[in-house]
């Protein structure tokens, strides 16, 4: 979706709202030319929303009377959807309302979707109502009247959401926001202001527009049904698999169900009862497993009490950190490609068989000439990422 963005509007200045451990990612894939706003625990959107606001107005000093578009990184779209984001941006700066949406016009009466009512049919119209995910029929009936599907697109003014932001949660600014954001209460953009808004506005949208925010919706725009090892009898209807794992999947009879196993967890669900995942997934406190790096990547091996087995594989010319684990040794296992290790600023050439220990409160890095993997195993009483001291490295 950057890319896509870039391609419509070169100058368009770009902020990615997301979590600490997708950064790393982000910047692999991207780069490093656009703004991150890192949210420290999950709040929902309206608590997400006014933490990036906050960021380009105070971090990057963007003027608070400059129009902001949101815009959800899942839907499949073309670009006549990001030249409407264009239109968007332009009605919001008329402030002819506090707040404009984006309406998708629906393809058919889905009950997946939130539903804005417009007053009139015309492409920009004041809002009549919102409804909720309703049934069939009632969806039927909001398309009659010219509903559209909530697409969770917004367009408003800086000033206007810190305005609210100082209303609802008692904002001082963007360092006061950050300590007290675990206390936010979690909540939707949607029900904390949109529904509340009187002064707001929808633009139709008619184009491609499909939403892979849930795996039914995800499956449906997937060209196989299968990805990865996963093997399906001629009794599978309407089945997908999608396998990170490196161990085959079976699956028989099994009719209307997506499969999905990764290194964080296995799924195995009716597509329709998919859609209705959140509140299971809050639940689980599982660890993270896998992760994109900007050197490369990892993923954990094994967990016991006192060590933790991961393998690491760093792209050819990359390195870790400098860094340093004050509770915590690490002992390096080369055994892929070539490099070279730093450890408290003594250099060493490491290639497939070497070992490298590292006492806790040692300084090192690693190197890598050409793409390079190791199996790490942190040992110790107490193993967390915060655990992690980072220094300059001149080389």
């Known amino acids: 979706m950057y890319r896509q963005i870039k391609n419509v509007d070169k100058d368009a200045r770009i902020i990615i709202a997301t979590a600490k451990t997708q950064v790393s990612a982000i910047h692999n894939q991207i780069g490093y030319d656009v703004g991150i706003s890192v949210e420290p625990f999950r709040r929902d959107t309206f608590p997400a929303i006014v933490l990036a606001s906050s960021y380009m107005y105070e971090i990057q000093k963007v003027s608070e009377d400059e129009v902001v578009v949101v815009v959800p990184v899942d839907p499949y779209v073309e670009e006549d959807y990001f030249k409407a984001l264009g239109k968007l941006s332009e009605q919001a700066g008329k402030d002819e309302a506090n707040l404009v949406l984006m309406g998708i016009k629906p393809t058919y009466p889905s009950e997946k979707y939130g539903y804005i009512i417009p007053k009139y049919l015309s492409e920009i119209s004041l809002v009549d109502a919102f ?3 309703p049934e069939r029929m009632d969806a039927y009936a909001f398309i009659q009247k010219g509903g559209l599907w909530n697409a969770g697109v917004f367009a408003f003014r800086i000033k206007y959401i810190l305005d609210k932001a100082r209303d609802l949660l008692g904002y001082i600014d963007y360092e006061d926001l950050l300590q007290r954001y675990d206390s936010l209460e979690k909540i939707s953009f949607d029900y904390a202001i949109a529904e509340k808004e009187s002064l707001i506005q929808v633009m139709r949208f008619v184009g491609k527009w499909r939403d892979l925010g849930t795996w039914n919706t995800l499956t449906d725009a997937m060209e196989r049904h299968i ?21 085959p999947i079976l699956a028989m009879g099994l009719h209307d169900v997506i499969i999905s196993a990764g290194p964080n967890g296995i799924l195995v669900s009716d597509k329709e009862q998919s859609s209705y995942i959140k509140p299971y997934v809050d639940e689980i406190n599982q660890e993270i497993m896998i992760a994109e790096k900007s050197w490369g990547g990892y993923q954990v091996l094994n967990v016991e009490d006192e060590s933790l087995t991961i393998r690491v594989d760093l792209k050819a010319g990359c390195r870790m950190s400098y860094h340093s684990h004050q509770n915590r040794d690490e002992v390096w296992i080369v055994i892929s490609g070539s490099g070279r290790t730093i450890v408290d600023g003594v250099e060493q050439q490491v290639r497939v068989g070497n070992v490298i220990i590292m006492q806790a409160g040692c300084k090192h890095t690693v190197i890598a000439e050409t793409r390079l993997k190791i199996i790490e195993v942190q040992i110790g009483k107490e193993i967390f990422v915060q655990d992690k001291m980072k220094f300059e490295l001149r080389i």
Do not use: M, P, T, Y
């Open 227 to 247: 990805i990865g090892d996963a093997i399906i009898d001629r009794d599978c209807n309407n089945l997908h698999v999608i396998n990170e794992l490196s161990i």
């Open 131 to 133: 409804k909720e995910k």
